[in-house]
């Protein structure tokens, strides 16, 4: 994401939320344990996680929500995802 549309996003987040603030994040993903406890190390103990897997079992659609001190720190959050392969940010 390019700084400028982090910024505007930045905005909105401060405008939305008053810090520290519950926010909520959804990532779908093949199912893969490895993934999911990756995901869970990035978020930690404090968040709470909700699994759930498609249909067909092939994908697993994973919400977190975690109590979160500033915008800046969401971004570190979706910075960390992002280096892992496979996983789609929603």
Known sequence: ?????????????????????????KFIFEKNEEKLIALKLIFGESAQFS????????YVSLTIKE???????????????????GIISL
């Open 1 to 25: 994401m390019d700084e400028e549309k982090k910024e505007l996003l930045r905005q909105r987040l401060n405008e939305i939320h008053i810090w520290p603030s519950i926010y909520m994040y």
């Open 51 to 58: 699994v759930r897997e498609s249909s067909g079992g092939k």
């Open 67 to 85: 109590m979160m001190m500033d915008a800046e720190t969401i971004f570190v959050r979706y910075d960390h995802v992002g280096k892992l392969d």
